[in-house]
């Protein structure tokens, strides 16, 4: 059993690791997808902004110098000729881009003149009406920018960097890797002023907050399942090793159970036989003394099956509470004289009844049965000289009775458990006092059917007082 119980913690916590592992790595996986879709926001964020601010330039000029609808009109105060190729040469890779980028957004096929004449001609234009500084560019860029990254619900502080980067003996295609190249939280090389080799990019700080704030719904989902699983684990685990303790407080209860019957079956059995083998029947002292025995010992298995009786009606829940006025002195009065009777030494009773001639509505069966059990141990575990105190009365509306011995009393750490079915204090190898554990679970289902409380005060070797509190 101990072996299965242990194979079965084994697989179950094998189990909840590799929940954990396989959890955290979703999340891992979760983050950096996250953090690449920044990482291509922040640079779709950047070009657009480029192109939207060199665009608006575009505009600016178109309203400073007029155009029509076939051409551009060329300033006067253009550059001489012989400088346009060097300043064509610089804009060679932006205004390819420029063509690129206004085929996309116009939809035109690669193969319209049209598409390449403006390119060239709002290239030309840029190039040769530099009218504005990089820096005030820069600031109203950054406006830009600053507005493309909330449209897309990023926060994240940034700064602009900017480069100015020499064409001479460039190769096209290591160059153009060396622009889209980038680190973390960095966005390409854009070119931004082709007239000054001028380009940008922007660096970022820790995007973990938005991340976050994007993985919000996963992540509580993902914390919840964990909670949960372990709160399972956790509760299995108590289920399964309450089921061990039950199980084996159960197999001590039926080795102490068939002790209990094989003693007066025996005691009966043997009275029995001196009646008829030892001529005890012509003595009849000693008939009535093995008749005594035998009515004493089958009166022993009578409670014993009475009690056996009231824990199974209380495992199917099927004790059901007849109330009515019961007078609470008259009850205790039957209970202690029985048990002056029953306990064959002199018992020290004392009883205050401060209800008067006050009834409550109770069970008076139910009741005096777990007073009367209540009762019972108060003697059991009180020594040679027994002592009983008990005081009934009403407070704060509620019926309180209080049975009070001189015993052994409990120690602190199962005072909790003592109203746990077939559960008995430890007494290591001493078995002076005989039971089952069933009589104070049947007082506790008692009292809590009719909506009241027990408590125990104990301390070792100082006695033990149970409080009963019933609301009337």
Not at 227 to 241: A, E, G, K, P, S
């Amino acid at each position: 059993m101990r072996q299965r119980i242990r194979n079965i913690l084994i697989l179950m916590c094998v189990c909840i690791l590799g929940i954990y592992f396989f959890q955290g790595y979703w999340l891992y996986n979760s983050y950096h997808i996250q953090l690449d879709q920044f990482n291509k926001d922040i640079n779709e964020s950047l070009r657009t902004a480029v192109f939207n601010k060199q665009f608006a330039d575009v505009r600016r000029y178109f309203r400073n110098y007029g155009r029509d609808r076939d051409s551009f009109r060329i300033p006067h105060d253009m550059p001489p000729q012989g400088d346009m190729p060097r300043l064509r040469k610089r804009a060679d890779m932006r205004e390819e881009m420029l063509t690129d980028t206004i085929k996309r957004r116009r939809e035109i096929r690669p193969g319209n003149e049209f598409a390449d004449t403006l390119a060239r001609q709002i290239s030309d234009l840029i190039l040769l009406n530099n009218l504005t500084s990089d820096s005030v560019k820069l600031i109203k860029l950054d406006s830009v920018f600053t507005a493309e990254l909330h449209a897309r619900q990023i926060l994240t502080p940034y700064v602009l960097d900017t480069f100015h980067i020499s064409f001479n003996g460039y190769n096209r295609e290591s160059f153009r890797d060396s622009l889209r190249k980038r680190p973390p939280l960095k966005t390409s090389k854009i070119p931004f002023n082709p007239a000054s080799n001028l380009f940008v990019q922007a660096k970022f700080e820790s995007p973990l907050q938005y991340i976050l704030a994007k993985m919000m719904w996963t992540l509580a989902g993902s914390l919840a399942l964990l909670v949960l699983t372990t709160i399972c684990f956790v509760y299995m685990l108590r289920t399964i090793l309450k089921q061990k303790r039950l199980s084996e407080v159960k197999n001590d209860f039926i080795n102490n159970m068939t002790h209990e019957l094989k003693t007066p079956i025996a005691t009966v059995s043997a009275a029995v036989e001196a009646m008829q083998n030892f001529n005890a029947l012509n003595d009849q002292r000693k008939t009535q003394t093995y008749l005594d025995i035998s009515k004493q010992e089958l009166q022993r298995l009578s409670d014993l099956v009475e009690k056996v009786l009231h824990i199974a009606a209380e495992e199917r829940e099927e004790i059901e509470l007849f109330k009515e006025d019961t007078d609470i002195g008259e009850v205790m009065d039957s209970i202690i004289t029985n048990h002056q009777l029953k306990a064959g030494r002199p018992v020290q009773f004392r009883y205050d009844n401060l209800l008067g001639e006050q009834s409550v509505d109770v069970d008076k069966t139910h009741l005096t049965n777990a007073i009367s059990n209540l009762v019972d141990n108060a003697i059991k575990y009180s020594g040679d000289h027994p002592s009983v105190y008990i005081k009934s009365m009403l407070e704060g509306g509620k019926l309180v009775i209080r049975v009070k011995d001189n015993g052994i009393g409990i120690p602190k750490v199962y005072q909790e458990n003592i109203f746990d079915t077939f559960f008995r204090v430890p007494t290591g190898n001493l078995h002076n006092v005989k039971g089952f554990g069933l009589g104070l679970s049947y007082v506790k289902k008692i009292v809590e059917l009719h909506g009241g409380t027990i408590k125990v005060h104990s301390e070792p070797e100082k006695g033990s007082e149970f409080i009963i509190q019933i609301p009337v």
